[in-house]
């Protein structure tokens, strides 16, 4: 998520939500209408960032390999149309967490190559967190992906909620990614504990 996600509620208060609640991995992603530049936005992802760190989740920035590197973040994510996954990995070291949005198993193969710990798949269901997002794809692609790379780590992301997710979980995902299962729900515990549920239902232990 980023500062904007959570619309009138406190993105900060939201975030602790789900990390008591359990989330594994947290990203920043600050992007579109009224995103945050500059010290506000460093300020943003360093309070994010504490925040995290007293849970123990990893923190993740979307895109921003320079501020990532600059504050120290666990990890980054980027998509086709930014910098190449091999220069981010030699730019972020080994020790970091590199993950790679892609959208055919051409493009897993090269992330893979290039060093990434995961690829994200999505969209999978139609989603309005993303405006320039591509028409939703299913499972199809991940299916494949999974086939030729079964070793490489997916990560679903794109309309995911707590009735569809297992059917990602059914296509060999190793996360599920979401914002506004998470952001718009009533209940972010109760939302997350069927998020989580959605893994046994598909076939997760
Ligand atoms: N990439 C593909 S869909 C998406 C991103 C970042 C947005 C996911 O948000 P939501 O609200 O879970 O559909
Ligand atoms: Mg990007």
Same mark, same amino acid.
């Given at each position: ?76 994510? *980027? !998509? ?10 030699? %730019?972020? /070291?080994?020790?970091? #967490?590199?993950?790679? +949005? ?54 679903? *992301? !794109? ?10 979980? %059914?296509? /060999?995902?190793?996360? #599920?990614?979401?914002? +506004? ?25």
């Amino acid at each position: 998520m980023g500062s904007q996600s959570s619309g009138a509620r406190d993105p900060f208060q939201v975030l602790e939500e789900a990390l008591k609640g359990g989330i594994s991995h947290f990203q920043l992603r600050e992007k579109g209408v009224g995103a945050l530049t500059g010290s506000a936005l460093l300020e943003f992802a360093l309070r994010c960032q504490q925040l995290c760190g007293e849970y123990g989740v990893p923190f993740i920035i979307n895109d921003q390999v320079e501020l990532a590197c600059r504050i120290g973040a666990d990890g980054i994510h *980027i !998509g086709q149309d930014d910098a190449a996954a091999s220069q981010v990995r030699q %730019r972020i /070291g080994e020790d970091k #967490i590199l993950g790679v +949005s892609v959208h055919s198993v051409q493009e897993a193969e090269i992330a893979s190559k290039d060093g990434a710990d995961y690829v994200g798949m999505g969209p999978i269901f139609g989603t309005m967190s993303k405006a320039d997002a591509k028409k939703p794809a299913g499972v199809k692609k991940i299916l494949a992906v999974k086939n030729e790379f079964p070793e490489l780590p997916i990560v679903g *992301i !794109g309309g995911i909620n707590s009735e569809n997710a297992a059917q990602v979980w %059914r296509a /060999g995902v190793s996360g #599920i990614a979401v914002i +506004s299962a998470i952001t718009k729900a009533e209940s972010v515990a109760e939302r997350i504990s069927a998020l989580k549920a959605s893994h046994k239902e598909g076939g997760g232990e």
